[in-house]
């Protein structure tokens, strides 16, 4: 998830304190510190070099080193919920503004769930530093699942729900009934998936620094209808799925 807000303002720099920013640090939390972030009230399960593990392989599918950003961890859901102010359905959100890009991690995020929910929010990380505008909206949560590895859409379960007529406006995807934000979220990563079968992923997004993916998507993927490939696309997955 991702938020952009002028007024975020940066929680507790160097916390070694007990209450930080309405975070309670349990005893068993620890600070990890790595080149792209400080990782404040980390649990006891995670380890740096977890972390670093992360951090690098998204780093390196995007070609970035990230300037060193915080991410604080909550045990507490209220405190979280206080931090990011996008509602109870939130698991992680990383808040861009004026003074910096924070990560806040929710007590949802788990040992089992967390390589791909941080490797998720890394992608915003870096598209915030390096991208800026260049990626649209309607993407951006697809491409944090798709890049972070995240369970592979369920077309059948795409396709129970009416798809959209116009793709481009997925962005936004936190808002709405539960089952309609998961929906947004899949269809995204459809579109993700979509785009690195039928063109070098990768290199779409390497041509589009500063410039609009857009644009790239009609002419290097020669993709001339968005909506209409999407269609297809989904119809095709489905077909394949009740033939295997
Ligand atoms: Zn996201």
């Known amino acids: 998830m991702f938020a952009n807000s002028r007024s975020v303002k940066l929680l507790c720099r160097g916390v070694l304190t007990t209450l930080c920013g309405g975070i309670l640090l349990s005893a068993s939390a620890h600070e990890i510190t790595t080149n792209a972030m ?24 995007l070609e970035w080193s990230t300037r060193r950003i915080h991410g604080y961890y909550y045990t507490d859901e209220q405190a979280f919920a206080k931090a ?18 924070v990560v806040h991690l929710g007590p949802k995020i788990t040992n089992k769930n967390f390589d791909y929910q941080f490797g998720h929010e890394m992608v915003h990380v870096i598209i915030a530093q390096k991208y800026k ?7 951006e949560e697809g491409l944090a699942n798709h890049l972070s590895r995240a369970p ?36 995204s990563q459809a579109l993700a998936e979509m785009l690195s079968k039928k063109c070098d992923l990768e290199n ?24 209409l490939a999407f269609r297809k696309w989904v119809e095709s997955k489905v077909k394949k799925k009740v033939k295997s």
């Open 133 to 139: 505008g260049a990626i649209p909206k309607w993407l």
């Open 84 to 101: 990011h102010g996008l509602g109870p359905k939130a698991i992680a959100v990383t808040k861009s503004s004026k003074s910096g890009i």
């Open 38 to 61: 400080y990782l404040h009230n980390a649990p006891k399960w995670l380890k740096r070099v977890r972390v670093e593990k992360v951090i690098d392989r998204i780093q390196s599918k």
């Open 204 to 227: 779409l997004i390497r041509l589009s620094v500063e410039r609009k993916m857009e644009n790239y998507i009609e002419t290097y993927c020669e993709i001339k209808d968005i909506n």
């Open 152 to 187: 592979k859409v369920d077309y059948e379960a795409l396709n129970r729900h009416p798809l959209p007529q116009d793709v481009t406006k997925l962005a936004h995807p936190f808002s709405g009934e539960a089952s309609l934000i998961h929906f947004r979220y899949k269809a």
